[in-house]
């Protein structure tokens, strides 16, 4: 423990020395954690904003089931996902447009989705984005005639907040069909969504309102989702073949059809984003490698005295190793600890009208990138320590104590 | 009673350079009996900071030998030699070397630390007392950059025996010191080896007056050219 010793009393000895240095790490650490995580939360808001609204990749094509859980839908299911295991979620849905006239007498074409709110509704998660339910239920099948509404409906909070739709939770909706046919459906949820479009003209319902609406019997949309929708357009063409043998109609989008220039976006971020990670990194690790070696100079005659006491070289190595980690160590921390408020603060002061952050970043400290801001710049710091470590075991004594 | 050798010096030379080689010890041949004070004296460039260098191991010689109580230093890995010296031999140096990040008392107690002994409150009284008895004890809880310069050299002397060395090497001890210090000094060394028995190996280049006992060897460019022994 001689050295850990040696190493916590030169730091202590040159306090403002090292405080400075702590400040500069910490600084370092917390640009490196900020700018991860930001990058990331940014890469996920655009992606929540898109892809995450919506299947990745859906096939349009009618298919009759008379139930879910009938056999030929469980095989279609599991077809989809043994052709990539990419593929997260398969799912049916019924979609339709209607008309909902607003209270300015304008008509609005609304979409509906049906969709299976036990399975279906993981492809845009809209279980997570309930604002408000009536007694936390989700919409479903109305069998009872005695009712005055047709069938259930979920809503985006931007729907109810628009002045020309005086609608909130329970209020009832009659809409028109494309044959004219008029529907009252009843507003049982509010959920959030950051994308305008799926808040404000997208009807979320149950698979059989939704067809009742058109006296269907089918579902006209087959939706899938790939764990990276980044690399849906790898998994697509596998989707597109498959349908080739299944079907005799289909229509085969993916989400980047329409959003390469996102795609391209989110590519020059990674870029740009790894470019400045690789340079903060480098920065920081400079900064300890060159404090270290300012160190050494400084202690150069501590060191010959210490060796010629009878510290073992091994010994001496491990007094500047230990400062390294001690600093490198109290600069993660700190650093986190700064780099997590700086976040938090970031995430408090830019918010969207509706409230929400402008980029959704990490809100637990313990999160996937101080883990990782951890384990890059622990082994950096260390490793930028090397030279002037080297140049500790190399030293002789003589050269520091000859006078004659 | 028989006198007992501490150092056998058989055959050193020291040569520098590849191409030009030059000479700094040629052919030392020297013992030192346990517990006598010698003195080693000579101008600059003579040799002798090489020879203390290299009787101490912290410089290897080109050829010969040096034994310590039997033991070849030169045959020892790096880690053995380091754990020789810091178990039996004791150093002072010109420029007193104590370590600014200590104050008097954790300085004199760092070899103790460096063998891995335990410092309780028994070794900080003996370390205390030590300081009494060279003359720096009211400076125990002083940093280096608060003593004088008689005082560090007297902390450094304090260092150099607290672990109970075979051998203390001082290598010019006195040379940044005033006359008056540089005297008390050389009194302390040698109070210190009347009461401790301790070997001592002195360089200098400081006229001196040995006492009766008092070895004094003589080097120039590199050769031992007078042994006497008073």
């Given at each position: ?23 500069a ?27 995450e609204?919506?299947?990745h990749i ?43 006239q ?8 609304i979409?509906?989705?049906g ?7 993981k ?16 919409p ?10 047709d ?12 002045s ?5 939770l ?24 950051d ?38 357009n ?12 299944r ?20 590519y ?15 920065a920081v ?18 060191i ?26 109290i ?9 997590f ?22 809100t ?20 930028a ?20 | ?9 058989k ?18 041949n ?27 191991g ?8 040096v ?30 070397y104590?370590?600014p ?24 009284q ?11 004890d ?11 310069g ?15 060395p ?45 006492a009766?006992?008092?070895r ?15």
């Amino acid at each position: 423990m001689l050295p850990f010793k040696i190493a916590l009393q030169f730091l202590k000895y040159s306090l403002t020395k090292t405080i400075v240095t702590l400040l500069a790490v910490s600084l370092g650490i917390a640009i490196f954690y900020f700018i991860l995580d930001a990058s990331s939360g940014l890469k996920s808001t655009v992606l929540s904003t898109t892809a995450e609204n919506d299947a990745h990749i859906r096939i349009q094509t009618d298919v009759a089931f008379v139930s879910f859980s009938e056999q030929s839908a469980i095989d279609l299911r599991n077809d989809i996902f043994k052709l990539d295991n990419r593929i997260v979620d398969v799912s049916f849905s019924y979609r339709t447009t209607i008309v909902l006239q607003n209270a300015n007498g304008i008509d609005n074409v609304i979409e509906m989705r049906g969709v299976d709110f036990d399975y279906g509704a993981k492809i845009v998660d809209i279980k997570k984005r309930i604002l408000h339910q009536s007694k936390n239920k989700f919409p479903e099948p109305v069998s009872d005639n005695s009712l005055n509404y047709d069938g259930e409906i979920a809503v985006g909070q931007r729907f109810t907040e628009n002045s020309n739709n005086p609608y909130g939770l329970s209020s009832i909706l009659s809409v028109k069909n494309a044959l004219g046919e008029i529907f009252r459906l009843k507003i049982v949820a509010v959920f959030i969504s950051d994308q305008d479009m799926l808040s404000s003209s997208v009807f979320f319902t149950d698979i059989e309102t939704a067809q009742k609406i058109n006296h269907a019997s089918h579902i006209n949309f087959i939706e899938i989702r790939t764990k990276d929708p980044v690399k849906s357009n790898d998994v697509a063409p596998k989707i597109s073949a498959f349908s080739e043998n299944r079907f005799t109609e289909f229509i085969v989008s993916d989400w980047q059809d329409g959003n390469q220039y996102i795609i391209n976006l989110l590519y020059i971020e990674d870029v740009s984003i790894f470019l400045i990670q690789i340079m903060t990194g480098f920065a920081v690790a400079f900064g300890v490698g060159s404090v270290l070696m300012f160190q050494v100079k400084e202690k150069i005659n501590q060191i010959g005295i210490l060796k010629a006491l009878g510290l073992k070289d091994k010994e001496t190595v491990l007094i500047f190793l230990y400062q390294a980690l001690i600093i490198t160590i109290i600069g993660l921390i700190s650093g986190l600890i700064l780099g997590f408020s700086l976040s938090q603060l970031f995430m408090k002061v830019f918010i969207r009208p509706s409230g929400v952050p402008l980029v959704s970043l990490q809100t637990d400290f313990i999160n996937l990138y101080s883990l990782l801001t951890f384990v890059i710049m622990l082994p950096t710091n260390l490793l930028a320590a090397f030279i002037p470590i080297r140049f500790v075991k190399n030293l002789k004594i003589i050269e520091v104590i000859k006078h004659e | 009673m028989s006198k007992q050798t501490l150092i056998k010096i058989k055959d050193i030379t020291k040569t520098y350079g590849t191409k030009v080689k030059t000479a700094v010890l040629k052919d030392i041949n020297l013992e030192i009996e346990k517990g006598s004070f010698n003195w080693i004296v000579g101008a600059s460039g003579s040799g002798k900071t090489t020879l203390l260098n290299i009787i101490s191991g912290l410089d290897a010689s080109t050829s010969g030998k040096v034994e310590i109580e039997g033991v070849d230093l030169v045959s020892l890995t790096p880690n053995e030699r380091a754990r020789f010296r810091a178990n039996n031999l004791g150093f002072i140096f010109q420029f007193h070397y104590l370590l600014p990040e200590y104050n008097a008392l954790d300085n004199i107690l760092m070899p103790l630390r460096i063998q891995n002994k335990k410092i309780d409150k028994a070794v900080k009284q003996r370390a205390l007392d030590l300081m009494k008895e060279v003359g720096i004890d009211h400076v125990h809880d002083h940093y280096p950059n608060q003593m004088s310069g008689g005082e560090q050299q007297r902390t450094a002397v304090a260092r150099a025996i607290i672990g109970g060395p075979l051998l203390i090497l001082a290598d010019e001890p006195t040379g940044n010191l005033d006359s008056s210090s540089a005297e008390a000094v050389y009194q302390l060394l040698r109070a210190l080896h009347q009461t401790y028995k301790t070997t001592f190996i002195v360089i200098t280049h400081d006229k001196i007056n040995p006492a009766k006992g008092d070895r004094l060897l003589t080097l120039k460019d590199g050769v031992l050219i007078k042994d006497v022994i008073y």
